[in-house]
Structures are given as C-alpha cells and as structure tokens.
C-alpha cells in the first residue's frame, strides 16, 4: 500500500520561480527521498534525508523532514523549464528496505 | 558510465500472447526491482530479487514472473497479458538490503501496449 502522499497533485509555475511540494506519510522512517520523473522516462534519485536530518541542500533542492508532522518537503529554486517533470517522495515500507512511492506532484515549468 | 538498461524501450504485444521485458545493469548491485506504472500513478513494485533470492509481492498477479539468470540481467515475464497490463514497466537496482541507504536506481522504462 502507498506510504507517502504528495501535494499539491500538480502545480504551474513561471520559469524563475520556486516551487513547493509537499509528501505526508503514515509510519516511522529512517529516511525519505525524493524523485524526480521526465515524461516517458525512468525514476532519477535527487536526495535522500535521514531521520536524525531536518534539511539537507543539494544544488537547487532543498529538502525538509519533520518527523513530529510526518511530513516532508521539496523546494525547488529558481525553477528553469528542465525541471518539468514529476516528482515523488519514497519511503521505506515497514521499516524494510524496499521503497512505497507516493503518486507523485506533476511540476510543470513555464517560459 | 554505470547504468541501468532496459530493452525494449517500447513493446507492443497482443491480447494473450506471452511477453518478456528486460533488464540489465553494470552497477554490480544486489537488489533488482520490477516496477508497474499506469498513467499519473505512483510505480507499484511487483517482485524484487536479493541476489539469487526471488521476493514476490503479495499483491502480484501469477500472470507476472521474473528471471534473474545472473547478477547482471532480469526479466520480467507476462505469461497472458490483458489490456489492463499495459503500463510502464520500470526496472531499478539498489545496491545492497541496507535500510538507512537503500537509494535506488532506475532504468527508462519499457512501455508495453496490448492489442
């Protein structure tokens, strides 16, 4: 069954802006990672963040856990039209080490 | 460049008639993953292999089986398919059980269409 929920389901944004999304899932977790899905194409890792975490960067991504709120976001700044795409929050079902995807926040970047 | 492949990108198959999906990798990974995405869904995992070790999820049809001769190759086979199969089947790696890094590693995905 699906773990984590992302939202909003879909969002449009003008090139040069952030974008904001958000994944709640239901039990506890040692980490949460975030994907990122070009259309007609496979599941590309972007960042994963630990329990023990409350922020982690990479380039333009910066990511949030609150494990109080079981909840987790992504923030993508000053978006480009190459980050058009979905995006999904994984987390590991039942403490294993296979991953539950949520059904992901389709960005659509705008020029 | 260490990658994850699968073949072919596009199959195109008829109402019954049996159809492998394949997979490879050189990341000399442990675990590989077959995955079944429909449109705007999240992928749902239908089976995985630790090395050697074939782990079926619960919820998998028997119309769905899978192969792993060697560490490199998998594949997934669709003894029957039914127009509700045709999805994306996505293939993906991670390198070993390990719960706090069990980032994976995706292939792009074969797009199977039923007649």
């Known amino acids: 069954s699906q773990q984590g929920e992302e939202d909003p389901q879909a969002l449009s944004i003008q090139e040069g802006e952030n974008a904001t999304m958000n994944c709640s899932y239901k039990t506890s977790i040692n980490n949460l990672q975030w994907y990122r899905q070009n259309s007609g194409r496979g599941l590309v890792h972007l960042i994963l963040?630990?329990?023990?975490?409350r922020e982690k960067h990479s380039g333009r991504l910066r990511v949030t856990l609150d494990t109080s709120k079981k909840s987790s976001s992504l923030l993508i700044t000053a978006s480009r039209a190459a980050d058009t795409a979905s995006y999904f929050c994984?987390?590991?079902?039942?403490?294993?080490?296979?991953?539950?995807f949520g059904a992901g926040t389709t960005v659509t970047v705008r020029a | 460049d260490a990658m994850v492949i699968q073949n072919p990108r596009y199959q195109v198959t008829q109402f019954g008639k049996p159809v492998t999906l394949s997979c490879s990798q050189t990341l000399n990974h442990n675990v590989m993953y077959w995955y079944q995405q429909k449109s705007s869904q999240a992928p749902k995992l239908l089976f995985h292999?630790?090395?050697?070790?074939?782990?079926n999820e619960a919820d998998t049809p028997d119309n769905f089986q899978s192969r792993r001769p060697n560490t490199s190759f998998c594949f997934l086979d669709i003894r029957s398919p039914g127009l509700g199969d045709a999805a994306m089947y996505l293939c993906a790696t991670s390198r070993d059980r390990d719960r706090g890094n069990n980032e994976q590693f995706f292939g792009p995905g074969t797009r199977l269409t039923v007649l």
């Open positions: 292999y630790y090395d050697k070790d074939f782990n």
């Open positions: 994984a987390t590991p079902t039942r403490g294993d080490y296979k991953l539950s």
């Open positions: 963040i630990r329990s023990n975490e």
